[in-house]
């Protein structure tokens, strides 16, 4: 089950809320957090996914892992990214 600050961080990337995503990582959200299928690194890759740079920047230098997998293996952020735009 996804705590609070985890589902506040989800949001402010939706909304790209550097701000936001700022306060919610400080408050204690997972930076790794998981998606439905439980694989971790969802905040990084739906920032990859709208495109929000600042935001990938932002928690890439917090320590996201950029190679996390999700259900279609490796290297989720980068094929996100690409689908994104």
């Known amino acids: 089950m996804q705590k609070i600050n985890d589902k506040e961080l989800i949001s402010a990337i939706n909304t790209r809320n550097l ?6 990582l400080d408050a204690g959200a997972d930076l790794e957090a998981p998606d439905q299928h439980g694989c971790a690194g969802l905040p990084l890759r739906r920032a990859c996914f ?3 740079q600042e ?3 932002e928690l ?5 892992n950029p190679n996390a997998a999700n259900s279609d293996g490796p290297g989720a952020s980068m094929r996100m990214a690409q689908r994104g735009g």
Do not use: E, F, K, N
């Open 50 to 52: 709208l495109g929000h």
């Open 55 to 57: 935001i990938v920047i």
């Open 19 to 24: 701000a936001l995503v700022r306060a919610s």
């Open 60 to 64: 890439l230098q917090r320590g996201a």
